[in-house]
T-cell receptor, first 115, second 113 residues
Framework: ETGVTQTPRHLVMGMTNKKSLKCEQH?????MYWYKQSAKKPLELMFV???????ENNSVPSRFSPECPNSSHLFLHLHTLQPEDSALYLC??????????????FGPGTRLTVT | SQQGEEDPQALSIQEGENATMNCSYK?????LQWYRQNSGRGLVHLIL?????REKHSGRLRVTLDTSKKSSSLLITASRAADTASYFC?????????????FGQGTELSVKP
C-alpha cells in the first residue's frame, strides 16, 4: 500500500465511449503525474501537475484530458480512444518542486482495454 | 532524448545468487532512482542516489553511480524468489523542474527457487 489509490483497476471501453480514471493520494504531496505503460515500452510521462497547475503535457493527444481539482485528486478523462491506447495507466505523486525530494509513489494502475 | 536504458533486458538466476542490473543515461542528472514493478502493478521506489554520491546501500540492495560514464548499477544480493519483478532506473535531469523522471525500459528479473 503506497498511499496512492486508483479506480477503476480494470476498464474496457469502446472507441465511442467516454470514461474517467481517478487517482487519489493520501500522502500530502503537491505533485501528481499520469503515465502510460504499454507492453515492451518504457513508461511514458503524460501529464504533470504541481500545486494543481499543469506543468507538463508531453504531447498527449486531446482525447486524453486531465483534471486536477486539488492536490490530492487527479483525473484522466477519456473519449474517442483508439485500440492503441490500450495500456496500463499509472498515477504517481511526489512532494513536489523545491523540496529536494523527488521519489515518486505509484498507484496500482488502471488496465485499460479499448475495443 | 531517452534516458535510463537498462541492461540486460532480462535476467534469470537461482535463489541465493546475486543479480546485477545496469543503467545508462545521456544527460546530466540531479539524481537517479531505481524502482521495482511486480507484474501488472504499480512501481515501488527502492533507492535514490544523488549525483554527488558514488554508492548507496539499502538492505540487500547496493547502487553505484558513475557520472563520468553516465551509468548506474543495481546489485541485489542473496536473491529470493520474491525478488522476481521488473526493475527500472529513472533519472531526474538537471534541466528538469518539478521532479519529472525519465524511465528506462527495465530489466525483467526472474529468480528461480
Amino acid at each position: 500500500e503506497t498511499g496512492v489509490t486508483q479506480t477503476p483497476r480494470h476498464l474496457v471501453m469502446g472507441m465511442t465511449n467516454k470514461k474517467s480514471l481517478k487517482c487519489e493520494q493520501h500522502l500530502g504531496h503537491n505533485a501528481m503525474y499520469w503515465y502510460k505503460q504499454s507492453a515492451k515500452k518504457p513508461l511514458e510521462l503524460m501529464f504533470v501537475y504541481n500545486f494543481k497547475e499543469q506543468t507538463e503535457n508531453n504531447s498527449v493527444p486531446s482525447r486524453f484530458s486531465p483534471e486536477c481539482p486539488n492536490s490530492s485528486h487527479l483525473f484522466l478523462h477519456l473519449h474517442t480512444l483508439q485500440p492503441e491506447d490500450s495500456a496500463l495507466y499509472l498515477c504517481a505523486s511526489s512532494q513536489g518542486p523545491g523540496t529536494g525530494t523527488y521519489e515518486q509513489y505509484f498507484g496500482p494502475g488502471t488496465r485499460l482495454t479499448v475495443t | 532524448s531517452q534516458q535510463g536504458e537498462e541492461d540486460p533486458q532480462a535476467l534469470s538466476i537461482q535463489e541465493g545468487e546475486n543479480a546485477t542490473m545496469n543503467c545508462s543515461y545521456k544527460t546530466s542528472i540531479n539524481n537517479l532512482q531505481w524502482y521495482r514493478q511486480n507484474s501488472g502493478r504499480g512501481l515501488v521506489h527502492l533507492i535514490l542516489i544523488r549525483s554527488n554520491e558514488r554508492e548507496k546501500h539499502s538492505g540487500r540492495l547496493r547502487v553505484t553511480l558513475d557520472t563520468s560514464k553516465k551509468s548506474s548499477s543495481l546489485l541485489i544480493t542473496a536473491s529470493r524468489a520474491a525478488d522476481t519483478a521488473s526493475y527500472f532506473c529513472a533519472t531526474d535531469g538537471l534541466s528538469n523542474q518539478g521532479g519529472k523522471l525519465i524511465f528506462g525500459q527495465g530489466t525483467e528479473l526472474s529468480v528461480k527457487p
